[in-house]
């Protein structure tokens, strides 16, 4: 149904016809009513679909890591990078999912992307899938945290890793264990973990965040906490059982 603005400009559709205002001008186009798409695209359409819809389920997984500062783009984003790995080649007939697709496009793959975690914690985390079933990260240094987040003594820092499990029979439920660290002034932090074992075929993703906190003040202060500009999270692990 087509509008008629306070301006006197007529605009929208009218039966097949679509009427809009550009520059001063009124221009009226035919629109399309059964737009013919190659096969090609129509693959594309459904992956790309797929992948949205993948995005926001891992997006809501890890919802607890950026409740305090989530980028505005991120789902967009994300459905992108996960778009490469859901993307089915030409002959190939069996349509990826979560569980099969090669996610990784999403390693290093930061959630808050004006405030990166790489450059505050650059150390590769060696996560590896053992012969049980269970994920395992070896023991690995953190260097000391940049004083620059820390101004005071009483500030303190901690690496938080979200470990995001997606069974087969589950579909886009998941299941989250969080693991803490807390990080050392001027010294390195040795971390390492282990988890419950996992049953076969599940998609496991790891997210890694940096917390920085004051005695003074509450988790989420534009000064010393996580909040809307500083709240870095990243993509660290992704395999499957």
Known sequence: MANLHHKQ???GLIGPLYV????????????????????????????????????????QAFQPLLVLGT??????????VLHKG?????????????????????????????????????????????????????????????????????TSCALVLMVASWHPDLGATAQ????????????????ALQTEPYPAGTRLIVAAQLLVWNSHTVLGDKYYGNSKTFNPVQIRFTGVV
């Open 9 to 11: 400009q007529l605009q």
């Open 20 to 59: 809009r205002n550009l520059n001063g001008k009124t221009i009226v186009q035919t629109r399309p009513i059964h737009p013919k798409q190659s096969k090609g695209t129509r693959a594309s359409s459904v992956d790309f679909k797929y992948a949205m819809t993948q995005s926001q389920a891992i997006r």
């Open 71 to 80: 980028h505005p783009y991120t789902s967009q984003r994300l459905a992108g």
């Open 86 to 154: 859901f993307h089915v080649p030409q002959g190939v007939e069996e349509h990826y999912t979560l569980f099969t697709a090669d996610l990784s496009h999403l390693m290093g793959f930061e959630l808050h992307k004006t405030c990166p975690l790489e450059p505050l914690v650059p150390v590769a985390f060696p996560f590896a899938l053992v012969a049980d079933g269970s994920l395992h990260l070896a023991p690995v240094a953190v260097p000391p945290v940049n004083a620059k987040l820390l101004p005071e003594e009483n």
């Open 176 to 191: 989250t264990t969080v693991f803490s660290f807390a990080l050392q002034r001027h010294a390195p932090t040795t971390i």
